[in-house]
């Protein structure tokens, strides 16, 4: 498995990152330099990329190797995938050769099996890249491969030039490997670089926009500790995180822009569980709210705009005031868009990225008191009833006549049905599906609720701005005020059902 970090450059780095074992304090083992052609190759119709497959063929001099890597996963600026390689004695792929390589285990084996594929592959496209390369064995027993990358991919009529540095791990401990990307950003900071080499190639082939990730299922066992859910559990988050962080960073994905924000919610709200036993740094703590506001800012505007706004009935004689109200707000949802795709882009998030990824690996709260480290040992089954039933409790006494609550304490309902509900996502595996599936679809529907009831109120906050600071929306804002206000209160009566639905409800029972 390949594990690497990637970092983009910009134009006045390169002559710093020259001498780069010097700013990272390490003598190398070795340094060369690399003229390198690569083709990547696929079927018209892009079978391997659709598949999660890349193949490139690479002359290094006089050498030639072919390498087929999987998509894998991206965690922070790390990628961490599938590598399988196999010496050529020309430019053309050998899938023979890449089939006895490739474990038999590997989704990249079954894809290999398609007997048409060899007469398929054509090449798409080129990169030319010159390379400088370090060595470094670390003291604590890790080789790291720095390289220091700067070329341009061709593809078609289009051409884009990088420039990038990739720390490889070669040998070792993986968070070494953060450890050293941390200690380079405190140096010179750099930007994540969001794309592999076939990924920049790809981008110019294929238009479209790429899907934004959901969080996925967390796969918790019975025996399962509480420290190995916490792991599995914050990794989750961490990864849906991660995973639309390239997307925020086209500047062309709200959608990502919602499901990486969904993913420090998820991420802070498992912080808030488990807080009896693990900490995240306040320092830590305080960038990830920095950039949870950059992504809320950038939603909230953005939902105002183009969904909350579009439901308001003008009708003719309001009809003028309100384009002006709608421009307004997409000319600043526009640009809160922009800020969070700044952020996401910036060396400051590479630095939070990284940390929290080093933070989870390095796994620091083993350094507590022993009664700490008693409760991480403890089954998470236990825990898992522990957290829903006070998370139950919490959310019955905050929503208790729910549809006559005023805004703040509807807002406090929902707070504690966000968290009831992740809870019971986190834990899903650990309780009984037959009672646990009717109640997440009960709370699910009225969580659902209290989120559209907040959109009303953070609209109305932001209609209050508009109001204020752009003269030519006011009318319309206070307009779509009223409209949105009405809509709140005829909403009540369901409110009230839903509430109804959920307390008669029975709460999961956990299978220790």
């Not at 450059?9 to 052609?37: F, H, I, T």
């Not at 709260?365 to 022993?370: E, G, K, V």
């Amino acid at each position: 498995m390949e594990k690497e970090l990637k970092f983009e450059l910009a134009a006045n780095q390169g002559a710093a990152m020259r001498e780069l074992p010097a700013l990272l304090d390490v003598e190398p083992d070795s340094q060369q330099e690399q003229a390198l052609e690569s083709e990547y190759f696929d079927t018209p119709d892009f079978l391997l990329r659709r598949n999660g497959a890349d193949l490139r063929v690479r002359r290094n001099g006089d050498q030639i190797t072919q390498t087929l890597k999987s998509s894998g996963e991206r965690r922070g600026g790390f990628f961490e995938r599938e590598e399988y390689e196999s010496a050529l004695k020309e430019t053309k792929p050998d899938l023979k050769a890449l089939r006895a390589a490739v474990p038999k285990s590997s989704a990249l084996s079954h894809l290999l099996k398609n007997g048409s594929l060899p007469d398929q592959l054509v090449p798409i496209f080129r990169s030319t890249v010159t390379r400088k390369l370090w060595t470094l064995k670390l003291e604590s027993g890790e080789e790291i491969e720095l390289a220091l990358d700067s070329g341009k991919i061709t593809a078609a009529a289009q051409a884009r030039t990088f420039s990038e540095l990739e720390l490889e791990l070669k040998q070792g401990e993986p968070r070494r490997l953060s450890e050293l990307g941390l200690r380079l950003i405190d140096k010179l900071p750099m930007s994540l670089s969001m794309q592999s080499k076939s990924d920049r190639g790809y981008d110019l082939l294929v238009s479209g926009d790429r899907s934004a990730v959901k969080a996925r299922p967390i796969a918790l066992k019975r025996n399962d500790t509480v420290e190995e859910a916490i792991c599995k559990i914050l990794q989750s988050c961490l990864d849906q995180v991660h995973a639309n962080a390239p997307l925020v960073a086209t500047g062309h994905s709200p959608e990502g822009v919602h499901q990486m924000r969904v993913g420090l919610r998820r991420f802070r709200s498992a912080l808030d569980m488990f807080d009896d036993v693990i900490t995240l740094p306040a320092a830590l703590a305080d960038e990830v709210k920095w950039i949870a506001d950059e992504l809320g800012e950038s939603r909230d505007w953005y939902v105002l705009a183009h969904s909350t706004l579009p439901q308001v009935d003008a009708g003719k004689d309001k009809r003028e005031q309100m384009a002006e109200t709608k421009a307004a707000a997409a000319e600043i949802a526009k640009a809160r868009h922009a800020k969070a795709t700044a952020a996401v882009q910036s060396p400051r998030y590479a630095r939070v990225a990284l940390a929290l990824d080093h933070w989870i690996t390095a796994t620091p709260w083993r350094d507590a008191s022993d009664d700490t480290r008693k409760q991480l040992g403890r089954p998470a089954a236990v825990l898992a009833d522990r957290v829903l039933r006070k998370r139950h409790r919490k959310l019955a006494r905050r929503g208790r006549g729910l549809h006559k609550l005023d805004a703040h304490r509807r807002h406090r309902a929902r707070i504690a049905a966000k968290k009831l509900r992740y809870a019971a996502e986190f834990f899903a595996d650990l309780f009984r599906q037959k009672r646990l599936n009717p109640y997440r679809r009960v709370l699910a529907k009225l969580q659902d609720d209290l989120g559209w009831g907040n959109d009303m109120a953070v609209a109305d906050g932001l209609l209050g701005h508009l109001q204020q600071h752009h003269r030519k929306a006011s009318a319309g804002a206070s307009y779509a005020r009223g409209f949105l206000a009405a809509r709140v209160a005829d909403d009540r009566d369901n409110q009230r059902k839903l509430w109804k639905r959920f307390r008669s409800t029975g709460r999961p029972v956990g299978r220790h």
